[in-house]
């Protein structure tokens, strides 16, 4: 039985005095697991890449259980995992037209990918100029794993406006950005918010003028546009047949629907990936050697990734790249006739769109309501960017779409009879006490609150997270929150977001 402490309200578990049977391991478990939504439903068009297929689905299992307990923090004692991983690179090589000279490395995900073009390129930037702030230029639209990045490793992130229409980077913008502080330039392909691709070569061009690392950020679209070109659908090339790419990243968890956990990063000169690395000799244990930013590593998701790539073969994702423009097409014929705006001309299975009729932030709720998941999205006012729902559309959606659009009438119609929703007059209203406005904040601004923080978190945290009834966790309607992000400079956003994520976390909620 566990010991459980009544603490402030939350409750506490301590370490089991008594073990649980395997039977209560798997009840809770499972208990646990009924609060989640269904990744197999086809009702989520958020972060579940599903194929659709149970077969894929159980070798995968297989594969990972396989090799869940190899960790390949020593190279020396689990030598499969390196022949997995070079097949792996080799596939994805393949896939981007790398030379013999391009390598790669397998991570776990597309951020730690960025990581280390991030380092390579920051180190390739120290070698050429000494050590002074790097930057990385990109699109507005581009993924905030740069941000993180360059909070992690000492850069600034430079966000340029895209196109209004099309929603594609800008070249003449970025060539203008980029100086001589610039140690990366960034395209992505296609970018997470709309799904529209940046125009790589003509990125390519300026980053060999101006002689900086350029990285395509292919997390989405490295394993799925390569098979939409070959049935026909109009994609540029954004791979290394184009001088001036310096890296790719492409993520086997998205669209090559492998396990949860795998990324990679292929550099086009194996010197870049030197840079990328991490070797330390200097303590009395063993040698260090980290391709990636983590140390222990099971090889479970690299085993699952093998067999995804081989059981599906070119012919399986030629299949699912043809279920995928089936969805995508019922999709976007969907939207068009209940008269939403399309973002963009979606070219990637990644589509977004905005309403001039109804609140999209309401309408993402009411089809929460009715078991879909969407991603509202709060746009750019400066820029021109309205409010979207962005839809990651996926083989297992061929099935599904047709309700989708059903229901997401009903919705429509819902949300337009409902009174106009007060929230955004609230939230507007709170940012005024508080003295802010959406978008205004400089550095000192910023450094002053941050000085007084812990302060205000002590006096004020619960008191807020009652005000904007999250003391019990996050609501299920979003529609407050989305509008709260739109009415207050996004610095405080953080801010609040953050201390309530620790609070959810503490509280388990
Ligand atoms: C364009 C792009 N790059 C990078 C990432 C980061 O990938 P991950 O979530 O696997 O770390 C994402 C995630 O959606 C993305 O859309």
């Known amino acids: 039985m566990l010991i459980i402490f009544i603490l402030k309200g939350a409750v506490v578990m301590v370490f089991p005095k008594k073990p649980y049977s395997k039977e209560e391991i798997i009840d809770r478990l499972e208990e646990y697991a009924r609060l989640d939504a269904d990744p197999y439903s086809g009702k989520l068009f958020t972060i579940a890449f599903e194929s659709g297929s149970e077969e894929l689905r159980e070798l995968l299992h297989r594969a990972f259980t396989m ?57 390739t930037f120290f070698i050429k100029k000494g050590f002074q702030i790097p930057e990385i230029v990109m699109p507005v639209t581009g993924h905030p794993c740069y941000d993180k990045a360059a909070e992690y490793m000492g850069l600034k992130v430079v966000r340029v406006p895209v196109d209004p229409e099309t929603l594609e ?23 997470w918010p709309f799904g529209t691709l940046d125009p790589i070569k003509e990125f390519a061009e300026i980053a060999e ?7 395509v950020d292919a997390c989405v679209g490295g394993f799925v546009l390569p098979f939409l070109k070959q049935l026909g659908e109009p994609i540029p090339d954004f791979d290394f047949t184009i001088p001036g790419v310096s890296s790719i990243s492409m993520d086997p968890h998205k669209y090559a629907y492998s396990s949860i956990g795998a990324s990679i990063i292929l550099f086009r000169k194996s010197f870049n990936k030197m840079l990328s690395q ?11 050697v980290n391709p990636g ?19 599906q073969g070119e012919p399986g994702y030629l299949d699912l790249a043809r279920k995928l423009i089936k969805a995508r097409n019922l999709v976007l014929d969907g939207l068009k006739k209940l ?5 963009g001309s979606p070219r990637s299975p990644v589509v977004a769109f905005s309403s001039e009729e109804v609140d999209i932030f309401q309408l993402s709720d009411e089809m929460l309501n009715k078991g879909w998941f969407l991603l509202p999205q709060r746009g750019i006012r400066e820029m021109e ?31 337009s009879k409902a009174p106009p929703s007060e929230i955004g007059e609230m939230a507007k209203g709170f940012g005024m006490i508080m003295g802010l406005t959406a ?54 956003m953080e801010l609040l977001v953050n201390y309530v994520v620790i609070e959810i976390y503490r509280k388990g909620l």
């Open 278 to 288: 991490y070797v330390n000799l200097r303590w009395p244990g063993y040698p260090i």
């Open 339 to 343: 008269h939403f705006n399309i973002m």
């Open 209 to 215: 003028e101006k002689q900086v690392w350029f990285h």
């Open 385 to 415: 960017i309205p409010r979207s729902v962005h839809l990651t559309v996926t083989p297992i959606h061929e099935q599904s779409s047709g309700q989708f659009i059903t229901d997401l009438k009903q919705a429509k119609e819902a949300v």
């Open 439 to 492: 978008g205004e904040m400089d550095y000192e601004a910023l450094r002053q609150i941050m000085n007084k923080l812990e302060g205000y978190i002590e006096g004020y945290g619960p008191e807020l997270l009652k005000a904007f009834g999250l003391e019990d966790g996050l609501p299920q309607e979003m529609a407050m929150l989305n509008e709260l992000f739109d009415a207050l400079p996004p610095e405080i």
């Open 67 to 123: 090799y869940m307990d190899k960790n390949i923090l020593d190279i020396t004692e689990f030598r499969s995992a390196i022949k997995l991983e070079k097949d792996i690179i080799d596939i994805a090589k393949s896939l981007m037209n790398a030379d013999e000279e391009a390598v790669g490395t397998f991570t776990f995900g597309g951020t730690e990918s960025v990581f280390l073009a991030v380092k390579a390129a920051r180190d």
């Open 293 to 311: 930013v983590l140390s222990s590593r099971s090889a479970g998701s690299i085993a699952a990734t093998w067999a995804a790539l081989h059981y």
């Open 169 to 191: 980077g800008n070249p003449d913008a970025i060539k203008e950005a980029v100086t001589d502080n610039t140690a990366m330039l960034v395209g992505s392909v296609p970018n």
